[in-house]
């Protein structure tokens, strides 16, 4: 069943919606309520790059349900030019070949169905920088 997250969770995954801490400037993706570096708990919002970094992946051999028909795949932190990183699935290339400090474009790409209904949830992967 389609969940009120799914909804809450579109600005940030459809558009990379992240907040800036207006403290001391660190970037968190998604936001949250407090700033992990000086606890501050004023933001704005702000834009994130659709690049990054890998910082460290993993294959996944074993998949949840839903996305046993794409194992194995990997899984990166990449680390996009504001300093903010984010969890994703690492696609269009060998899962074993995602190594540490290579470069990703991040894409808008079909990540699962959701319930019976199948609606479609999008979001965001990386792909090998050309
Ligand atoms: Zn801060």
Known sequence: MP???NWREIPARYRLEAARCRGC???V???RRACPAC???EFEKTM???KGK???STVVQVAPTEFQMEAPYAVAIVETP???RLMTQVVDCDPGAVQPGMEVALVFRLIRREGHGGILCYGFKAVPAA
Do not use: I, M
């Open 54 to 56: 890998v910082v460290t």
């Open 3 to 5: 969940s009120p997250r």
């Open 25 to 27: 400037g660190k970037v």
């Open 82 to 84: 504001e300093g903010a």
């Open 48 to 50: 994130l790059s659709w």
């Open 39 to 41: 606890r501050g708990q």
């Open 29 to 31: 993706y998604p936001a």
